[in-house]
T-cell receptor
Framework: AQSVTQLGSHVSVSEGALVLLRCNYS??????LFWYVQYPNQGLQLLLK??????LVKGINGFEAEFKKSETSFHLTKPSAHMSDAAEYFC???????????????FGRGTSLIVHP | DAGVIQSPRHEVTEMGQEVTLRCKPI?????LFWYRQTMMRGLELLIY????????DSGMPEDRFSAKMPNASFSTLKIQPSEPRDSAVYFC????????????FGSGTRLTVV
């Protein structure tokens, strides 16, 4: 069964500092991996995804993540944090394919990113 | 497209009352999912539909919960009778079949049962 572990329920950084949100997964087969962002009182928005191919994936708002199979990790990074990046971030993994090529992800518990001025 | 639309945004009801949450998926999407989000349990998948047909409802917590999708543009999640422990944010999401697509989530319904 697939599972997702996000290290740290809260991460605090200063504006302009590097953002690193950690995600480790367990899966018996090559997974699809995702990061979603949730702003207050909103639904989740897809930041980026890895399905196949290049292991460094670039997403919206300057975020990127690297799939490391040997470490079973998919950490999210951004070189310079903005105040507007403050939100809840969810890592998700899917190895449950559905008909038509869709999937069902399992979500991590989320990491709250706090950005200080 | 206006995205996935959920209503109401907030619902406060008394224990024992029936609650109906509504969702309009993105036009053309053939999968629809209902999730529940709580501090204790995070995001839980309750049920999902493919082409309006319920495929897996193993996440529905109890018989008090039911979901329907009478057509491609509308789904409901009903709780009858409601209990305080049902208080949570309920999200609807839709997806287009295919490995390269993510989910699009609605803004959620915050349910409070008092």
């Amino acid at each position: 069964a697939q599972s997702v572990t996000q290290l740290g329920s809260h991460v605090s950084v200063s504006e302009g500092a590097l953002v690193l949100l950690r995600c480790n997964y367990s899966s018996s087969v090559p997974p699809y991996l995702f990061w979603y962002v949730q702003y207050p009182n909103q639904g989740l928005q897809l930041l980026l995804k890895y399905t196949t191919g290049a292991t460094l994936v670039k997403g919206i708002n300057g975020f990127e993540a690297e799939f490391k199979k040997s470490e079973t990790s998919f950490h999210l990074t951004k070189p310079s944090a903005h105040m507007s990046d403050a939100a809840e971030y969810f890592c998700a993994v899917s190895d449950r394919p559905l008909s038509g090529g869709s999937y069902i992800p399992t979500f991590g518990r989320g990491t709250s990113l706090i950005v200080h001025p | 497209d206006a995205g996935v639309i959920q209503s109401p945004r907030h619902e406060v009801t008394e224990m024992g009352q029936e609650v109906t949450l509504r969702c309009k998926p993105i036009s053309g999407h053939d999968y629809l999912f209902w999730y529940r989000q709580t501090m204790m349990r995070g995001l839980e998948l309750l049920i999902y539909f493919n082409n309006n047909v319920p495929i897996d409802d193993s996440g529905m917590p109890e018989d008090r919960f039911s979901a329907k999708m009478p057509n491609a543009s509308f789904s409901t999640l009903k709780i009858q009778p409601s209990e305080p422990r049902d208080s949570a944010v309920y999200f609807c999401a839709s997806s287009l079949a295919g490995r390269n697509y993510g989910y699009t989530f609605g803004s959620g319904t915050r349910l409070t049962v008092v």
